[in-house]
């Protein structure tokens, strides 16, 4: 069974790639101790994702799936949920296309 | 509205993009406008600290009721040798800037590489003008119109240019 996780995400600007690598690293971190998990992201103090974040976001959580974790965001801003679905959207449809 | 100046070493551009946020987001803007200063100031400081190598970075904003400056320059290594770093094999600085306005990437993964290009569509949206100086290049971009210019003395690193006016506009429909 899988248990749940919370992680509260402190900073208000998530720019660059490196904010989405420590968040990586915290949470494999996490799975060392014990794995097969599913975590919450706390996005409530976030008020800003560049798009350079949200893309090495995605290929974390991506990343993290295959190691059988499981990343959830929680209190994203409507905007910051927006931008993150149009991201992921366009990455999906890039991958389509680039996909034999 | 906004006047900001400043010359920034290029380890200080973390906490340097923090307070030109808190800067920006202190005046009001017509719907998406903010979004649109705080995407393209942010992907071109990614664009830096991704590529650049720069020790240097400068950074001008002046927006006032109608109108929106915003110029950001680096002294790295140009657009040319960063693809060439990568096994990538732009002609010349003309060639180089106009892979990085097609979204032409200097890394290896998908998505990666639509800093300028995006920024070009947005501007594109708000009818504005997008100037890019590498090298020995410069492009002008205005009216669906593209001109090249030869930059004599050349620039070193890069220099983004981008011209509005103020105006409400759908964001998150225009950014691809």
């Known amino acids: 069974m ?82 993150l679905k149009r991201v992921e959207k366009r990455k999906q449809n890039i991958k389509k296309e680039t996909t034999f | 509205m906004i006047k900001y100046e400043k010359k920034i070493n290029f380890q200080n551009i973390d906490q340097e993009l923090i307070n030109i946020f808190k800067k920006i987001e202190s005046s009001k803007f017509p719907k998406g406008f903010l979004d649109f200063i705080n995407y393209s100031v942010s992907e071109l400081f990614v664009n830096i600290k991704e590529h650049s190598k720069a020790e240097i970075v400068w950074i001008k904003i002046d927006i006032n009721m109608k109108n929106c400056f915003i110029e950001i320059s680096d002294n790295g290594i140009g657009l040319r040798k960063s693809y060439l770093l990568k096994k990538i094999y732009p002609k010349d600085d003309f060639v180089a800037i106009e892979f990085a306005l097609s979204g032409l990437s200097t890394k290896d993964s998908q998505e990666r590489g639509f800093g300028l290009y995006s920024i070009k569509k947005l501007v594109s949206v708000l009818k504005g003008e997008m100037i890019v100086e590498s090298g020995l290049a410069k492009i002008i971009i205005k009216d669906n119109q593209t001109i090249s210019q030869k930059i004599p003395k050349g620039f070193q690193g890069v220099k983004t240019i981008l011209k509005t006016s103020i105006k409400a506009f759908d964001f998150y429909k225009a950014v691809e």
Do not use: C, G
Request: aromatic content about 12%; cysteine-free; charged content about 40%.
């Open chain 1, 2 to 83: 899988k248990k749940k996780h919370s992680i509260a995400i402190l900073k208000k600007y998530l720019i660059f790639r490196e904010d989405a690598r420590k968040i990586s690293a915290i949470i494999q971190n996490e799975n060392k101790k014990e794995r097969n998990k599913t975590f919450y992201l706390d996005f409530s103090k976030t008020n800003f994702f560049s798009r350079s974040f949200i893309d090495e976001f995605l290929n974390m959580i991506d990343d993290l799936r295959k190691k059988k974790s499981i990343i959830k965001t929680i209190n994203l801003k409507p905007q910051l949920e927006k931008f």
